[in-house]
């Protein structure tokens, strides 16, 4: 399948608005009908055709060439297909994704994944603060879907994240799962203090120490069958994060400022 | 009835007439495969007949911890009902009862059919409140704490409606000791059969039964045709030199897994041959009108 390339020619003026570029929505269209689709975020028209060389290829892949910090809403509600970013992509890469699998091979904004229900997002680079967590004003952030990081993460990843695995190979900031809901965080290398900062269920697995809340409450080392699984999934896209969650593990219940029925693995 | 003669093997010209069932599968792993195998041994326990158990249920076979969910030994266990409600509670029941109590033991489902039966979502209220959900790779489990760390359960397992029961051998021969030794090498090679179940004792029921009785209370009774004890007291079905009768019912998740045991029985029967084993094998029916599926011995033999 040849995909359909849009490779960015110069830096844009402004923030864009990609979010009418998935797949779904680009399926059928003709290069003139795709290179006049507005992404403009001011009053200034801006389209495809003004920023990006178009060329056509299967819908159902997308490539952006030549990434920016500046393009947004990357993949926003993408259901099906494949979208890959070749270089950086803004804020809200993959929000309210729900299916198809979104790749970018450099560095993220924050709100990477938010309110993500399904599908799969890879950042090859280091991504910005919240990711899959909840926008101001949401009571859940991403539920579902699979999330993995290769480089480092800002503060609060997985805030309010309520179904769902978000893996970060690299270092993660601070309140990692703050107000967690449900759903699985794996941070392979070390974390910022205050994982799971008023979690109230959920699973955060650290590779390395962190400073803990005290409201976390040692439980001693468990060897449990659910984290082998977890392992064995988690091993199809990250081999550092499967051998955090082999190694020998140390249970803290948490956050006991809240529900408390949330959990936090320390690797030992 | 013409004879067929195999090995010196005397074959009826008869069929086994079997019915549809609900049927589902489990996976069952523990540290060990002795574990695995107690707590599929125990959950299969007390299901040889629907008549009185609930259901039928055995072990399919052990699966390699290569081939398991969870990488650690396990065993796959049928269960079969004449309904989905009846199976739905047999299984909560009896992996409450038996697969949750079982040191180290996980469950899994072991069939994806296009509807489920609760298993985790049945179980999960054991936990008080602290039972753990998690959503991964497709699937949904439930952690439960328990006394040894934490029993871990799919959530759901699946049903089939396209599982058959009532597969069956009558082995016939001349002495208890051979006619034991038929229904021995009839079982193993069934046991290599994926997809069917022996429910009864090791394999063999001795205590085959008709429908209905002289008793008005009774819905099943010795089948008093077979009963070597009664050859000269009633229309018997035996021959002179037949003195014990053993039965092999089989359970299957598809007519063919039926029919495949079935073969599989018949052909150890006749390797074994007359002078070690049966003389005879038969197989039960009700005329034809009651179950759709007939399996002829003529069309099984190897």
């Not at chain 1, 494949?82 to 299916?99: H, K, Y």
């Not at chain 1, 270092?171 to 203090?193: E, H």
């Not at chain 2, 006394?147 to 009532?166: M, Y």
């Not at chain 2, 084993?277 to 002829?296: D, E, I, M, Q, T």
Request: proline share 4%.
């Amino acid at each position: 399948m040849k995909p359909l390339v849009l490779a960015l020619k110069e830096r844009p003026p402004e923030r864009l608005n990609l979010s009418p570029l998935l797949p779904h929505l680009l399926a059928g269209k003709t290069a003139d009908e795709i290179a006049r689709i507005g992404v403009q975020t001011t009053r200034r028209p801006i389209t495809v055709g003004d920023l990006f060389r178009v060329r056509m290829g299967d819908a159902r892949g997308i490539h952006i060439e030549d990434g920016c910090d500046r393009l947004d809403w990357i993949g926003h509600g993408m259901a099906s297909g494949e979208i890959v970013v070749d270089g950086d992509a803004g804020s809200q890469a993959g929000r309210l994704m729900t299916g198809g699998r979104l790749t970018i091979t450099g560095n993220t904004g924050p709100w990477a994944a938010s309110g993500m229900r399904g599908g799969e997002i890879e950042i090859r680079g280091a991504t910005g603060d919240r990711l899959g967590g909840s926008l101001p004003g949401e009571m859940v952030g991403m539920r579902g879907g699979f999330v993995i990081v290769r480089g480092d993460a800002g503060e609060r990843i997985g805030d309010r994240l309520r179904r769902g695995t978000i893996v970060v190979e690299g270092r993660a900031g601070a309140w990692a799962g703050s107000r967690m809901v449900a759903g699985t965080i794996v941070l392979a290398k070390p974390a910022g203090p205050l994982p799971g900062y008023l979690m109230r269920r959920g699973t955060i697995v650290l590779g390395s120490a962190a400073t803990l809340s005290p409201t976390f409450m040692d439980c001693g080392k468990q060897d449990l069958v659910a984290l082998r699984l977890l392992a064995m999934f988690v091993a199809r896209y990250s081999a550092p994060a499967s051998k955090v969650l082999r190694r020998s593990l140390r249970r803290f219940a948490g956050d006991m400022a809240v529900l408390g029925k949330g959990e936090i693995f320390l690797a030992c | 009835m013409r004879k067929l003669i195999a090995n010196g093997v005397r074959i009826d010209d008869t069929f086994a007439e079997a019915f549809g069932m609900r049927a589902t599968a489990l996976i069952v792993t523990a540290d060990s495969a002795a574990w695995a195998r107690q707590a599929a041994a125990t959950m299969t326990g007390f299901a040889t007949s629907v008549i009185g158990c609930g259901c039928e249920a055995g072990i399919d076979r052990e699966i390699d911890e290569k081939q398991t969910p969870d990488r650690r030994p396990g065993v796959r266990v049928l269960l079969f009902a004449v309904s989905t409600g009846e199976l739905q509670k047999q299984l909560a029941a009896r992996v409450g009862q038996c697969v949750l109590t079982s040191p180290g033991s996980a469950c899994y489902a072991g069939l994806d059919g296009e509807e489920s039966l609760k298993l985790g979502n049945a179980l999960r209220y054991f936990g008080d409140g602290w039972q753990i959900s998690k959503r991964f790779g497709g699937k949904h489990y439930w952690r439960i704490p328990v006394l040894d760390g934490e029993f871990l359960c799919e959530a759901t397992t699946g049903l089939t409606k396209q599982a058959v029961g009532g597969g069956n051998l009558l082995i016939m021969g001349e002495s208890a000791r051979t006619t034991l030794a038929a229904a021995e090498a009839a079982v193993k090679a069934i046991a290599r059969v994926p997809d069917a179940i022996t429910p009864f004792p090791g394999g063999i029921a001795r205590s085959g039964s008709k429908v209905g009785s002289k008793y008005k209370n009774v819905k099943a009774s010795t089948n008093d045709a077979y009963c070597p004890t009664l050859k000269g007291a009633v229309k018997s079905a035996l021959d002179a030199d037949v003195a014990s009768v053993l039965e092999i019912v089989i359970d299957g998740l598809t007519p063919k897994a039926v029919a495949d045991a079935m073969a599989a029985g018949l052909a150890a029967i006749v390797k074994l041959g007359s002078r070690r084993g049966a003389v005879r094998v038969g197989s039960g029916n009700y005329g034809g009108k009651l179950g759709p599926h007939h399996f002829h011995l003529k069309d099984l033999l190897p």
